[in-house]
């Protein structure tokens, strides 16, 4: 059974945010709908996306602000669908890492086939590009796909879980201080915010764990900080 392509719609209107989804499944993918900024984060956070409709002018968050998160953190494609329709907007979103711009009123045809084109072309491109990987006991961790396997099960992760094993297989015997971790994944200054790192990295262990309870991945090396665990 193939793999299912997952979309995220980020429209808050809602007869828009819906004609959109029933274009999506007429094309066989599966659609999400978001009807916010703030909405569309957390989606994006907890969860990998084949593509994602992005409207610009957004409760929240800006479409603007959503794509730079995007662009940032994965090589997801995106699609702005909106209303502002200056050159200079579609200049933007284009150089900021849009793959397409539509703009509003939009034909259900152009939609639905320019969908497909940014798909197939990430597809094509997936196929010919030989992935980077690290290795880990049973841990995969694909870098171009921004995936991690376990005995090739692959895990959900959120994009900081991502960054975080990443960071930890990229050098398995090197204990990462809390501030190290929290520098390098959330790219801001350490002020001892012990619970943010806890919290993720309790998350990420679970995860771990539920995918293999015989095994424990990642060790805390009391007064210094997180190591994999030889």
């Not at 193939?2 to 989804?21: H, R």
């Not at 992935?131 to 006991?137: C, E, G, M, T, W």
């Not at 790219?187 to 309870?213: C, F, Q, W």
Request: proline share 4%.
């Amino acid at each position: 059974m193939s793999k299912p392509i997952n979309v995220l719609v980020v429209e808050d209107d809602n007869d828009i945010n819906q004609l959109l989804c029933k274009i999506i499944q007429q094309s066989n993918y599966t659609p999400q709908p978001a009807y916010s900024g703030t909405e569309a984060l957390l989606y994006l956070e907890n969860q990998r996306w084949d593509l994602v409709l992005l409207d610009l002018m957004l409760p929240g968050m800006s479409g603007e602000e959503i794509l730079e998160k995007i662009t940032a953190a994965s090589s997801t494609p995106v699609i702005i669908i909106s209303a502002k329709n200056e050159q200079q907007t579609k200049i933007d979103s284009l150089r900021s890492g849009a793959d397409d711009f539509i703009t509003k009123p939009f034909d259900v045809e152009e939609v639905s086939a320019r969908i497909d084109s940014v798909l197939r072309r990430y597809r094509q491109n997936a196929e010919v590009h030989i992935n980077r990987q690290l290795a880990f006991k049973d841990l995969l961790l694909d870098l171009d796909g921004k995936t991690l396997f376990i005995d090739g099960e692959e895990i959900p992760l959120t994009s900081r879980e991502y960054k975080i094993m990443e960071l930890l297989m990229s050098s398995p015997k090197k204990v990462f201080s809390k501030s190290n971790l929290f520098e390098s994944v959330w790219n801001e200054p350490y002020h001892g915010d012990d619970n943010t790192i806890n919290v993720h990295m309790s998350n990420l262990r679970n995860k771990l764990r539920k995918a293999n309870p015989e095994e424990e991945y990642i060790e805390t090396i009391w007064g210094m900080g997180y190591r994999l665990k030889s």
